[in-house]
Each structure stands twice: as structure tokens, then as C-alpha cells.
């Protein structure tokens, strides 16, 4: 099964592809946890990557593309994947239908996060995400039993430089300019299902589970 999940900064996408990525055993690909890795690590495309991080754009398309196909032809992929933030924009998501045209793949479905602009800042304001095995948190809705230690690993709990607010409100606008076309680009192919994002974590993993059949 081959899943792309679309939505605003905020909206639930890593909480929901950790879930989905256990009930199908199927790996979450995260272009922001990689690229996050890769800036940590220092490699040449986190260096490349790190000022558009920092700064909430978009990093060039040839380096996450590239990245994202190298990721898609590792075995592990081979029975379905869910992507958690790829494609971001329509060069992107025709990069993605034509490699997996090449290998005769395609994505069964699309699902859309619905939530609003109030709600959004109010999640990636409060989110905070552990440094060793990237469990996230939310300091009021999703609280870890002590504060700033990982529930899962007890490691440490920091909060994205990205998350700050003056980057949110340039990650809103950038979703709104050059995301939003990739919902247009999936409906016109009938793979779009929207789902509404707001309730509890388990309420909208139920609503994903039915939207993919
Ligand atoms: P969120 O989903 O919380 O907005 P991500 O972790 O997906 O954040 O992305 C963080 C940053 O990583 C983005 O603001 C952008 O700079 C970069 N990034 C992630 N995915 C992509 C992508 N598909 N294309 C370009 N840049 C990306
Ligand atoms: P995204 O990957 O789309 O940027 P996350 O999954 O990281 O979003 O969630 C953003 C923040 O909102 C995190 O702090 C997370 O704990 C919290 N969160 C996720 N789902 C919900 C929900 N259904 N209700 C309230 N807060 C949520
Ligand atoms: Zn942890």
C-alpha cells in the first residue's frame, strides 16, 4: 500500500504516518526527519539544505527528489510506504509519478489534513519531539510524563527552531502558495481524500484507516 499524506505544518502527519507505519508495517518517509538528520550529521545536503530549514522554505527540489527516489528503492519499500511530507509541490509530485511509473508502482491514496490556521499554530508552537528516537509531543494535548524526558526512550525533549513562531507564519504561507496545487494535482487523479484533522490522535487514525479502504 503506497500512501502520500498532504497537509499544513501542524496538522498530524508524523503522529498519524508512526501509527499508520505500525498497523500495515510499512515505513514512514519523512523528508523532514531525513533532511533534519542530515543537518545534524552535517553531510554536504544538510549543510546545503540547513539556511531553507531555518528559514521554513522549501529546500530545492533536485536535492529532496533525489533523495526521496534513492529512499523509495530500498527493499523496504517494496510491499508500500507511506510519505510524511513529500510531494510539496507539483514539480515534486510529478517527479514522484514518474519514478514510480518506472517501476511499474503508483499511490493508491492521498489523504488531506483539514485544519485550521488557529488550531495549527497552537499544535507547532507547543510540539516538542525527542532528540534520540523523534517521538513527538504536544506540551498541553499530548503531554510526556515528565516534562521535557521522552515517555518511549527517556532521552532528552527539545523544541524545533522551525517551530518558532515567526518561521510558522513563513511555513503557513509557503503551504498555502505551493502545496495547496498538489491537493489540486491528486483530486484531478481521484486519489484525494480529505479527513478532518481536528479530534483525538485515535478518532482521526480511524477516519485514515477508512479514507484508504
Ligand atoms: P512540518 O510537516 O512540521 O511542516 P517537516 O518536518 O515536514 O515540517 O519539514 C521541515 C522543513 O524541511 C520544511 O520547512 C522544509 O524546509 C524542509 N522540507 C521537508 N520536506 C520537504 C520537501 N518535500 N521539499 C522541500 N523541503 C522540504
Ligand atoms: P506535522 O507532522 O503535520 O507537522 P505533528 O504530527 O508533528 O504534525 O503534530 C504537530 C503537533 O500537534 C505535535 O505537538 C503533536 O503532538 C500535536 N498533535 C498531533 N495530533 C494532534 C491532535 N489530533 N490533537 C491535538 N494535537 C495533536
Ligand atoms: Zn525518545
Redesign the pocket.
Known amino acids: 500500500m503506497n500512501i502520500v499524506l498532504i497537509?499544513?505544518?501542524?496538522?498530524g502527519?508524523?503522529t498519524q504516518s508512526k501509527l499508520l507505519s505500525e498497523r500495515f508495517s510499512i515505513p514512514q518517509i519523512?523528508?523532514?526527519?531525513i533532511?533534519?538528520a542530515n543537518v545534524r550529521e552535517k553531510t554536504p545536503m544538510g549543510l546545503r539544505?540547513k539556511d531553507?530549514?531555518e528559514?521554513?522554505?522549501?529546500?530545492?527540489?533536485e536535492?529532496?527528489v533525489e533523495m526521496?527516489v534513492d529512499r523509495l528503492s530500498q527493499d523496504d519499500c517494496a510491499r508500500g510506504f507511506i510519505l510524511?511530507?513529500?510531494?510539496?509541490?507539483v514539480k515534486?509530485a510529478e517527479a514522484l509519478e514518474e519514478t514510480l511509473d518506472k517501476s511499474g508502482k503508483k499511490i493508491d491514496a492521498v489523504i488531506g489534513f483539514e485544519v485550521e490556521r488557529r488550531e495549527l499554530v497552537r499544535r507547532?508552537s507547543g510540539?516538542r519531539v525527542c532528540r534520540k528516537c523523534g517521538a513527538t509531543y504536544h506540551i498541553i494535548f499530548n503531554p510526556p510524563i515528565n516534562i521535557d524526558v521522552c515517555d518511549r526512550c527517556g532521552d532528552e525533549l527539545y523544541q524545533?527552531d522551525?517551530?518558532k513562531e515567526e518561521t510558522i507564519e513563513a511555513?503557513l504561507k509557503?503551504?498555502e502558495e505551493e502545496t495547496l496545487p498538489v491537493v489540486e494535482y491528486y483530486k484531478k487523479r481521484g486519489l484525494y481524500k480529505g479527513v478532518n484533522g481536528i479530534g483525538s490522535v485515535d478518532e482521526i487514525n480511524e477516519a485514515i484507516v477508512k479514507a484508504i479502504g
Not at 497537509?7 to 496538522?11: E, I, N
Not at 510524511?84 to 509541490?89: A, S
Request: proline share 10%.
Open positions: 497537509g499544513p505544518p501542524g496538522a502527519k508524523g519523512s523528508t523532514g526527519d533532511l533534519r539544505a531553507y530549514m528559514r521554513g522554505i522549501l529546500v530545492p527540489d536535492l529532496v526521496v510524511d511530507g513529500f510531494p510539496r509541490n515534486q507547532l510540539r524545533r522551525d517551530d511555513r509557503v503551504y
